[in-house]
T-cell receptor, first 110, second 115 residues
């Protein structure tokens, strides 16, 4: 079965500390992985996708097929990073269906 | 990118009634989707809204409960029928410019409370 697991419902770190939001997936093929973010009172929006291998707002995520993980990392957290983060998987590139994880609320303490 | 709006933004409804949620996209999109996000839960795909044909429903969702229309490439509606308190949720519309597109754009959501 296709599944995305985010083990942490809430992650609280101090400003300037490193951040890692965990994401593991279950899928037998080659998935596309995404991170979506929802800031307070804003709509859900794409943060980054694994195929782009890009850094957005200082965040990076590497797809590890051996560990079936796609953890989101940032070396130095900022207060404006406080938001809800969703890891998501698209089973194969020709489909548009996206499967979301349960989300992790990131709280940055000053 | 596409900007998606939804109406209403929130509503409080009585058990047994129905509510239709509208989704408008500011540009043509190939794919449109409806999601549900129950309190404390993740987003769950209800169905893919297909232009000019019946929507494609995910397991656990049926047309009688969640009829969907999509008359053109920029507009869709989702009706929550014969509501019960368990239908209290946020309903989200999303659009993607093409099948297999890398990004889906989301509407602001409709917060539904059923008493």
């Amino acid at each position: 079965a296709q599944r995305v697991t985010q083990p942490e419902k809430l992650l609280s770190v101090f400003k300037g500390a490193p951040v890692e939001l965990k994401c593991n997936y279950s899928y037998s093929g080659s998935p596309e992985l995404f991170w979506y973010v929802q800031y307070s009172r804003q709509r859900l929006q794409l943060l980054l996708r694994h195929i782009s291998r890009e850094s957005i707002k200082g965040f990076t995520a590497d797809l590890n097929k051996g560990e079936t993980s796609f953890h989101l990392k940032k070396p130095f957290a900022q207060e404006e990073d406080s938001a809800m983060y969703y890891c998501a998987l698209r089973p194969y590139s020709s489909a548009s269906k996206i499967i979301f994880g349960s989300g992790t609320r990131l709280s940055i303490r000053p | 990118s596409a900007v998606i709006s939804q109406k209403p933004s929130r509503d409080i409804c009585q058990r047994g009634t129905s509510l239709t949620i509208q989704c408008q996209v500011d540009s043509q999109v190939t794919m449109m989707f409806w999601y549900r996000q129950q309190p404390g839960q993740s987003l769950t795909l209800i169905a893919t809204a297909n232009q000019g044909s019946e929507a494609t429903y995910e397991s656990g969702f049926v047309i009688d409960k969640f009829p969907i229309s999509r008359p053109n490439l920029t507009f869709s509606t989702l009706t929550v029928s014969n509501m019960s308190p368990e239908d209290s949720s946020i309903y989200l519309c999303s659009g993607a410019p093409g099948q297999g597109a890398n990004e889906q754009f989301f509407g602001p959501g409709t917060r539904l409370t059923v008493l």
